[in-house]
């Protein structure tokens, strides 16, 4: 854990008092405490978070391993309603003291299901200073593996109560250049399934505008270019500060690195400025240390957007200790970090002519003079180091559009060929002002997650901007609207802008009139405001064959008026209904069915009539929990006689708070059935039922498990015959 390289670097740089480099020091060679965020809507999260604090952290308390005290798990003070933790304990403890065991086994259970998130604790900051409401039209560019979109999506979601979710009028979309990692972002988001949420897999620098229907007529379909009002700019970045888990970084770690990623950094940052909406705010952050990927980049992005400012959060996260953000730096030119030059000018003379063009580093890797770095107010960025509360490296900037900024994009006479969104690019940007940046393609150093940027940006039907030499902007292709059915699916001719290389399903939006809704309608007896005009399926010929996604309006509007492969969408909204395939179905014979899914219900509930949930109990439950297909006659009479007389098909059951011996549930708990001619199945997915097991009867008692443990029986038992 030695590098000269980075140690005369940050020296250099300037970043801490001489008085406090040996701690710093120190630090980044310790190794990071686990932390993890209790997940999930706030209500959810609120009622497991009493779990860990009323019971699991006093029960930790005092004791003792191997002749030592071992500490609790503690809140992370700067976290709003103690919903983060952290916990120092050696693996070895929690592998073999009796408490922290069976602690850490609560851990992994929930976190499978995912009511918990292990997430560093600064990687949680971003998402609390964007301050989302459940209005707000959002967009994570560099989003996956998604820790911090699950946070974003919660405050979508801030509304939802334990059962049912809310239907947010705002919108997230998470975008991740990589498209293997867009699908980590899927599963990341199946945890809150969300109706808002869109995925798409784009370079962020070059993200393509979106269109939206507007009262404000701007062109001749009636659209105008959606902006957003929080955008988080995560980028790809060097990492340096995550060195106490990943300590292969003190081997390869070079000043370069950061130099390499600057570039495409102020691309993604520029673009996210370009489509923020007036007052909207962005979070930039990454987790360096390195000013070249961070201060330099946001004095670059605010020299070259004028109606930008820092916004001062220092008061925001009350227990968060930080240090204010540079506000002079010194470039390292070479890997060596033994030259420097004070000015870009000296730097660019330095070199043979020859040379000059093909350097690098360019002008924004250097530091504003004094006077500016003043009025920039870089000193409002925020420098989280190990050393001051035990976490990971960081960097974070809060930026806001001024309400005087240039623009709004007004609709005016355009010269032949040239589009409308061009217009409103050219609006918000200063000429006057423009800079050089890095003529180069995104950097393929560092962390290597920047590679998929250089993919995406290869294959892009880009427009490149004529008056913008240096700069890549993407630009609406006009895209016509589809108002019936808004797809792209059953065998239309591509939308001109299409993008050919994008292999994902078409999304079709059903006729409100289509069976299968009607269906599902008379099914699960959904009130007349069901927003059935909002359900779309997935498959090449637009064919309902399995699975049912529910959207809410403003992603049926982006779906509706854009090409999906120029957005490149990977998905959109959430899935809620399926076909039922499974054994109960086909043991009947009959006609496959659609069913609601146990993550889809929530989205669901809000519109189901209640006089047609069925109420259950514990008894109930138990029952459902400790055989894949009861009979009816196991139940107690109340159910019983509700259920008997239904026919085939999915039910929704609600289960009432109650003690049942040593179980108890706390709160109300809906789930679906599905009913064959003489069993019920609780359709809940087998790690789910096991996790809900645990923590209403305190042990798992599904059949699965049961299972689990007489193969496990059986093998001991075969071993010990043959030895
Ligand atoms: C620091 S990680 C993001 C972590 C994420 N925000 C989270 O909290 O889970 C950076 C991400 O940027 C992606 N990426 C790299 N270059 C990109 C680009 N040009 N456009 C969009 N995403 C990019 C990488 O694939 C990687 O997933």
Redesign the pocket.
């Known amino acids: 854990m030695q590098n000269e390289r980075l140690v005369k670097y940050y020296r250099a740089q300037n970043i801490l008092p001489d008085d406090e480099w040996e701690a710093f020091m120190n630090s980044m060679r310790e190794l990071l405490p686990t932390t993890f965020r209790v997940a999930g809507s706030r209500q959810t999260a609120r009622l497991l978070n009493d779990t860990i604090k009323e019971t699991h952290a006093p029960h930790l308390a005092g004791v003792v391993f191997e002749g030592e005290s071992v500490s609790p798990p503690t809140q992370i003070p700067w976290y709003p309603d103690g919903l983060a933790w952290q916990l120092n304990v050696a693996k070895k403890v929690l592998r073999k003291s009796p408490e922290f065991k069976k602690f850490h086994n609560f851990l992994v259970g929930e976190t499978e299901v995912g009511n918990i998130s292990r997430?560093e604790a600064v990687?949680m900051l971003?998402p609390l200073f964007l301050e989302v409401e459940p209005h707000h039209r959002v967009i994570?560019?560099?989003?996956?593996?998604?820790?911090?979109?699950a946070q974003l999506l919660e405050a979508l979601h801030a509304q939802d109560t334990v059962t049912a979710s809310s239907f947010p009028t705002g919108l997230l979309i998470a975008?991740?250049?990589?498209h293997k990692?867009t699908h980590m972002l899927i599963h990341?988001s199946a945890r809150l399934p969300s109706p808002s949420l869109m995925v798409t897999n784009?370079?962020?620098?070059i993200?393509p505008a979106i269109r939206v229907p507007s009262a404000r007529v701007q062109d001749k379909a009636g659209t105008e270019q959606l902006l957003f009002d929080r955008i988080?700019c995560?980028?790809?970045?060097s990492?340096d500060g995550t060195i106490r888990k990943n300590p292969g970084i003190w081997k390869h770690w070079s000043p370069m690195d950061g130099n390499g990623l600057h570039g495409?950094q102020l691309?993604?940052l520029e673009r996210a400025m370009r489509m923020l909406q007036k007052g909207g705010r962005i979070v930039y952050s990454?987790?360096s240390m390195n000013p070249m990927e961070n201060e330099a980049v946001i004095a670059a992005a605010l020299r070259l957007m004028p109606g930008f400012e820092l916004v001062d959060m220092a008061k925001h996260l009350p227990g968060l200790v930080f240090r204010p953000g540079l506000s002079s730096w010194q470039p390292a030119v070479d890997r060596s970090v033994d030259v420097s030059f004070a000015k870009y000018g000296d730097y660019i003379q330095s070199l043979p002519e020859n040379k000059r063009a093909e350097s690098k580093m360019v002008e924004s890797h250097w530091p504003p003079t004094p006077a500016e770095a003043e009025e920039l107010r870089l000193n409002l960025c925020m420098r989280i180091y190990p050393h001051l509360q035990d976490t990971g490296g960081f960097f974070v900037a809060v930026l806001q559009k001024k309400q005087s900024a240039p623009g709004p994009p007004v609709a005016r006479e355009l010269p032949e060929g040239k589009r409308q969104a061009d217009a409103v690019e050219d609006l918000e940007t200063s000429d006057g002002k423009k800079m050089k940046l890095s003529d180069e393609p995104?950097s393929r150093t560092g962390?290597g997650?920047?590679?998929?940027?250089?993919a995406?940006?290869d294959d892009m039907p880009l427009d490149v901007s004529a008056e913008q030499p240096n700069i890549i902007s993407a630009v609406a292709a006009p895209v016509t609207p589809e108002p019936a059915k808004g797809s792209t699916g059953k065998g239309k001719k591509a939308t001109k802008g299409a993008d050919l290389s994008f292999k994902e399903n078409p999304f079709t939006f059903l006729k409100a009139d289509d069976p299968a809704i009607r269906a599902c309608i008379s099914q699960l007896n959904l009130k007349p405001d069901f927003p059935a005009a909002n359900m779309l399926i997935r498959n090449p010929t637009g064919e309902t064959v399995r699975s049912m996604y529910m959207t809410n309006d403003i992603v049926r509007a982006i779906v509706e008026h854009n090409d999906y492969t120029r957005m490149r969408l990977v998905t959109c909204g959430t899935k809620v209904m399926g076909k039922q395939e499974g054994a109960a179905a086909k043991r009947e014979g009959a006609e496959s069915q659609f069913r609601v899914l146990s993550e889809g219900l929530p989205v669901m509930l809000p519109y189901v009539e209640p006089a047609s949930i069925l109420s259950a109990d514990l008894a109930t439950l138990k029952v459902m929990m400790e055989s894949y297909y009861p009979v009816c006659s196991q139940f107690q009479e109340r159910f019983r006689s509700a259920v008997e007389p239904k026919g085939q098909g999915c039910y929704i059951v609600r289960f009432a708070p109650g003690r049942l011996g040593t179980a108890s549930l706390t709160h109300d708990l809906v789930l679906p059935i599905w009913k064959s001619t003489v069993s019920v199945t609780l359709m809940l997915e087998k790690k789910a039922k096991s996790a809900l097991s645990l923590r209403v009867f305190g042990e798992d008692i599904t059949t699965a498990a049961r299972e689990a443990a007489q193969k496990r029986r059986d093998g001991e038992a075969s071993t010990t015959e043959g030895a």
């Open positions: 997430q990687s971003p994570d560019m560099c989003a996956a593996p998604g820790s911090k979109t975008n991740d250049s990589d990692r990341q784009h370079d962020a620098s993200y988080l995560d980028v790809p970045c990492g495409l691309r993604i990454t987790c995104p962390t997650e920047e590679e998929g940027a250089g995406a940006a």
